[in-house]
């Protein structure tokens, strides 16, 4: 049984971008499907579609590499964990790496950027942070 499936689901992310893979599929999920939405929203990957499989759906996950191979996704970290949940008003959101990266946050309006967040004044539980 799996306990942290955000968790899953961005190890295989940074798993697949260390060994440079074109894709990665994923059991889909409506949370996972909003991170993938922020992820191309933001640039870090370029697609995602939904794949029929069993017993499960896929979320096949297009991976985004610059002209000469370097990594897009440097790092992606899950911060609010199943033990210890982390949650923060939209005025408390502060920039990674001075607005390089992003934080990925769960609210009442659906899955945001950090920057979304602070535009639609809203807080919410932090899932990972990317850059």
Do not use: H
Not at 39 to 51: H, N, V
Request: proline share 5%; glycine share 8%; hydrophobic share 35%.
């Amino acid at each position: 049984m799996m306990t942290d499936p955000i968790a899953d689901m961005l190890t295989r992310i940074r798993n697949a971008v260390r060994v440079e893979r074109p894709f990665v599929d994923i059991p889909l999920s409506r949370v996972k499907r909003g991170v993938a939405e922020v992820l191309k929203r933001e640039g870090y990957i370029w697609d995602f579609q939904e794949i029929e499989g069993m017993p499960v759906k896929q979320l096949r996950i297009e991976l985004k590499y610059g002209p000469n191979g370097e990594r897009v996704i440097q790092s992606i970290r899950r911060v609010s964990k199943p033990g210890c949940r982390v949650y923060q008003k939209s005025q408390d959101l502060r920039p990674i790496l001075n607005g390089l990266g992003i934080t990925i946050i769960s609210t009442s309006s659906g899955v945001l950027s950090d920057r979304e967040a602070r535009q639609k004044r809203v807080g919410g539980e932090i899932l990972c942070e990317v850059c």
